[in-house]
């Protein structure tokens, strides 16, 4: 965990200087009281969408604490005026809500339950309401959600209410992180997620309630997934085109005015040079990491053999980012996968 | 090809019917002067579309001459005054431009170069324009092109000139060929797309040129090969969210505020009861049949073989959609994939 969130560090800090400066002095917005019943937020896991998001939380005036096993993004925060905290548990203990970003379900399930963590291995909760907004395995957001509602909420003996945990997964990437454009797709108790839904939106414009327990999480794995397969065919598509002899920049128009019109075409172009601003055109750079793609493809592909459902495209699709991946190419943006995979020639 | 042709014979009546309907008297349209320099169009292949495309050449008072090897339903064409000729050659004798939508390459070429064909075997031609809207390997659409170019147009000796050949494919599916909405992607000469623009948007709404000789063809078979493995993204991704326990509903508001929106999430969403008014509403009855599917993913696949593209997305979608054909869905639409491959449940 620790080389991961270091490797994030990096990334973050530049998100956390630009949040300062745009909600300057943030002091003042720190200290000023949250519009919403939740007075208290922590957010636990600053790297590059989890910082993004505090400083949202913190221009709409939340009072927010934060975590991060990282000292040097930590001490960035603190820098700010941020109150920040030792453990995930200290966080529970001073917050009335819980947001958790964290890269992968091992760290939330260590987050939430290991020593010092958010529930302190105890029965006895202060926030009422946990939300995970990692991209997890739906599993185990059912386990955790399950754990947490086991636990009573601390000083309120007689109060028949029960902690609640939200799965939470979000779509839009950094950018939308930084812009406060996300779209939060949500699991768990639907009076639970009206409650949120204010809090949510202070980093979102838009909410998705997808049902019970886990569906926030199963949302987001096969939305994940059907952007991928989309990316691969797209791609294939573009390289086979060109091999053929027609450009890229002409079959990208005849795709989008037809049945092949995708995000993967119109908004997100894998060909250098057809779209302006997407990372096919600065060299794969930013965007969503070729690894984050192959993580969420396990997550589908596990979850696919666990209910016994034939998915082929999905399993090609991640092994096809795991030889990406391998290749080296892990932290370039997923559409990198036209040049490195297909290996098709730029325009 | 008669039992093709057969085949499409029941289909075309109705249309036909719907035609004579919505034009009536054609018998006047027929015999007026068409707007075009194309005083008289040859029309080859009466199917579902090519019946339809016709229809609207009528409308749109072009002088049409047409041939099918279907006697029923060139008799239907002819007892509402449309002129019907015995053969292609036939055809090309009484046209300036000729149009064909046949269900093949191999139909393609047997009308071009056939007994009887076209070209009659010979050099010389009367029409100068072929344009063929058949959905065909690339490579059959530059062999062609190359045969016509090398032919000399009739009692012409001394114009420069050569005919051309056209390849323009469409995309828009029957309904679009009724309504005259077709997108016609168009490669050969930018000079002849030029000058036969008029004439394709009296069948469609939208042409896309696509560069040199056999970039239509080529157009079409990425793009289906793109539809395709989305649709068999989709199909995935909306099975595993519902044995996960989300609605395909819900998931399919997810996927289209997101980065899976596509065309087979937004507009031609596969499972029964989501969207209105398309196949998996109505049984998966109508729309683009798995057959064509197949064979257009075949055609993708033989192309990616010839140029040596890894292009492994589209070669297991060609084996899905083989694998639906054999197991007796060849004539339900292609989204049918969804119930008939995946075991997806309805809603």
Redo the contacts between chains.
């Keep these: 965990m620790a080389n991961c969130s270091r490797a994030r560090s990096l990334l973050s800090l530049m998100a956390i200087r630009s949040g300062a400066s745009a909600s300057s002095p943030l002091r003042q917005f720190c200290s000023s009281a949250a519009l919403s019943k939740f007075g208290n937020v922590g957010f636990i896991g600053l790297g590059m969408m989890g910082s993004r998001m505090v400083n949202n939380l913190i221009k709409a005036r939340y009072r927010v604490a934060v975590h991060d096993i990282n000292y040097d993004v930590m001490k960035m925060f603190a820098d700010r005026g941020v109150p920040t905290r030792e453990t995930p548990f200290e966080i529970a203990e001073s917050s009335d809500v819980v947001i958790t970003m964290l890269p992968s379900s091992s760290h939330v399930f260590d987050v939430y339950t290991g020593k010092n963590g958010l529930l302190h291995g105890g029965n006895f909760l202060r926030p009422w309401l946990l939300i995970d907004s990692s991209t997890i395995d ?1 599993q185990t957001s059912r386990k955790l959600s399950a754990i947490v509602s086991n636990c009573t909420l601390k000083g309120k003996k007689d109060d028949q209410r029960s902690p609640v945990m939200l799965d939470a997964p979000v ?2 990437g950094v950018l939308a992180a930084e812009c406060g454009t996300l ?1 939060f ?1 949500v ?1 768990g108790l639907e009076e639970a997620y009206l409650e949120a839904k204010q809090l949510l939106l202070s980093m979102g414009k ?1 909410t ?5 327990t ?2 926030g999480s ?2 987001k ?10 990316m ?3 791609s ?6 060109q ?5 890229a920049s ?2 990208t ?3 989008n ?9 119109d ?2 172009n894998p060909v250098p040079g057809v779209m302006d601003c997407v990372p096919s055109s600065r060299n794969y750079e930013g965007g969503f990491a070729s690894k984050l793609m192959a993580k969420d493809l396990s997550l ?1 592909a596990a ?2 053999k666990e ?1 016994d ?6 399993f ?2 991640q092994e ?1 980012y795991l030889e990406l991946c391998k290749e080296g190419h892990e932290a370039k943006d997923f559409s990198s996968v036209f040049r490195h ?3 098709g020639s730029d325009e």
């Design positions: 739906p779509s839009g779209t797709m699991g838009n998705i309630y997808c049902g019970g886990a569906n199963a949302a794995i096969c939305n994940n997934l059907a952007m991928a397969v989309s691969l065919g797209v294939e598509a573009l390289a086979l085109g091999s053929l002899g027609i450009t002409t079959l128009r005849v795709f005015s037809s049945s092949a019109r995708c995000w993967s075409s908004t997100y589908a979850s696919a209910v459902l034939k998915c082929p495209l999905t090609q699709a096809i995979y297909y290996g």
